[in-house]
């Protein structure tokens, strides 16, 4: 394919592109700019990535509005295409080479499906799934080989369950969501009321709810709560190895990394992020675009829009501000040390 009509193809949802006409090389393929090759398109996010523009073995590359980058392109005959938002147009560009696998619509003979069950249109059902009484499946769905769905389970059109996953009672799953392998939805919570001789088991009689378009990675748990519901809010992605406990909210468009966990009860607002092992105490709220750095230990609310690092978590800015001391402590020791020693001496 022309890499001219790589372009026309997305110009569409891109109305401010730049290009040169000049030259327009075959594409066979998409790559990172540091391994690309003849014929392949890469792209470059902004003036930190733009040495590799001198580097790069790609055919054409995706740049952002600056002209001195895209001088730099011309200088070596590379084709490109100027864009505000190149990772975008790349991610994009992705989906005209790369289509993920979609099972044709069938139901496999090994399925075990309870006849209560409401099956949409066009649903694939992959070998031995197990759907159990009073389940929907909408539109378009597809259930992919040995995934288990409990009692009651409610399933929104053009929602992937991927092989092995978990739907556990009452779960209600919006449409256009992804749940990976080993996941498991609506688990019990982790009640338990300590008695003199341990432990009593809180039954869990609430549910989860996604709404459209979440995606949970793979192995993560969503638990169900003693009573109300779990919910996360549309447009969620939450990566490999995530636990989201019992009763939590979680608002629109948040993303969560991998390891990450919270316990009973947290609140996070809409676009939120967490990176990832985050962990967060049970009741504690993340207020509207608020941040979590790497390995962020997070105790207390966290305001809207603020940043934080560290465990417990503080500000992001005073975190650098004492991770930059932390390899001068030995040296301040050995100086604390002398001014005590001197002070004993005049003592």
């Given at each position: 394919m022309k890499f001219s009509e790589v372009v026309s193809k997305l110009?569409?949802?891109?109305?401010?592109?730049?290009?040169?006409?000049?030259?327009?090389?075959?594409?066979i393929g998409l790559a990172a700019v540091d391994e690309a090759t003849t014929n392949q398109l890469?792209?470059?996010?902004?003036?930190?990535f733009a040495s590799f523009v001198a580097k790069t073995h790609a055919s054409a590359l995706i740049l952002p509005a600056d002209p001195t980058i895209q001088a730099q392109a011309e200088e070596r005959g590379i084709a490109w295409v100027a864009t505000s938002e190149p990772r975008l147009f790349f991610a994009k560009a992705i989906a005209i080479f790369y289509q993920p696998y979609r099972p044709t619509p069938e139901i496999h003979p090994t399925a075990v499906i309870h006849p209560?069950?409401?099956i949409?249109?066009?649903?694939?059902?992959?070998?031995?799934?197990?759907?159990?009484?009073?389940?929907?499946?909408?539109d378009e769905a597809i259930i992919h080989p040995n995934v288990v769905i409990y009692p009651d389970v409610k399933i929104g059109d053009r929602t992937t369950l991927h092989a092995n996953c978990t739907i556990q009672e009452r779960s209600q799953i919006g449409a256009d969501c992804v749940i990976h392998s080993g996941a498991v939805i609506g688990a019990e919570g982790?009640?338990?009321?300590?008695?003199?001789?341990?432990?009593?088991?809180?039954?869990?009689?609430?549910?989860?709810?996604?709404?459209?378009?979440?995606?949970?990675?793979?192995?993560?748990?969503?638990?169900?709560?003693s009573v109300g519901e779990t919910r996360i809010g549309h447009q969620t992605k939450i990566d490999n190895l995530v636990q989201i406990a019992h009763g939590c909210k979680i608002g629109f468009g948040c993303a969560i990394a991998g390891q990450a966990g919270m316990a009973g009860g947290v609140t996070l607002g809409n676009r939120v992020i967490l990176a990832g092992q985050v962990g967060i105490a049970n009741q504690a709220k993340m207020g509207d675009g608020a941040i979590a750095s790497a390995q962020t230990g997070i105790l207390h609310d966290v305001a809207p829009g603020e940043t934080v690092s560290g465990t417990p978590a503080i500000p992001h800015k005073i975190y650098l501000k004492i991770a930059a001391m932390y390899s001068r402590f030995p040296d301040m020791y050995q100086v604390f040390k002398q001014l005590k020693h001197q002070l004993n001496k005049e003592s």
């Open positions: 110009e569409a949802s891109h109305h401010s592109l730049t290009t040169n006409p000049n030259n327009d090389p075959e594409i890469s792209y470059i996010e902004g003036g930190k209560s069950t409401k949409g249109k066009d649903v694939y059902i992959g070998a031995y799934v197990v759907i159990q009484p009073g389940v929907e499946i909408g982790f009640g338990f009321v300590p008695i003199r001789t341990g432990w009593f088991k809180m039954e869990q009689s609430g549910y989860v709810i996604l709404e459209d378009g979440v995606e949970i990675g793979c192995n993560s748990a969503v638990d169900r709560p």
